[in-house]
């Protein structure tokens, strides 16, 4: 995997969570989904980086030398493994939370929650 899918999958979560919206049980099956990919996204890249070849995504290079990259370095794994890993937790606690309390704007919640991790 691609340090650039780890942020692509949230952010592609958002279009679907808005758009069932008043479904709440499909809404909610979306964020879960988003936050299982994303983690799997960002786990997979651990064997490579131990393996001192760190994932990276290349969007494109300004000049010879200078390019707009994500990379997955050691620490930065350390700590999008740790986030998406929260991600999973938050976003059950997060489920049961809104739906316990019956709180408005939920799909606004789940939306704006993808695009925060992502």
Known sequence: MTPLVAVAV????????????????????????????TAGAVWSMLSGTLAGEPAESVLFELAPGAAIAFRADAAGLLFAMLASGLWVVTTVYSIGYMRALEEGHQTRYYAAFALSVA
């Not at 808005?18 to 299982?36: Q, V």
């Open 10 to 37: 949230p952010m592609a979560a958002i279009v679907p969570i808005l758009l069932s919206g008043r479904r709440p049980n499909l809404r909610e099956a979306w964020s879960l989904a988003a936050a299982l990919a």
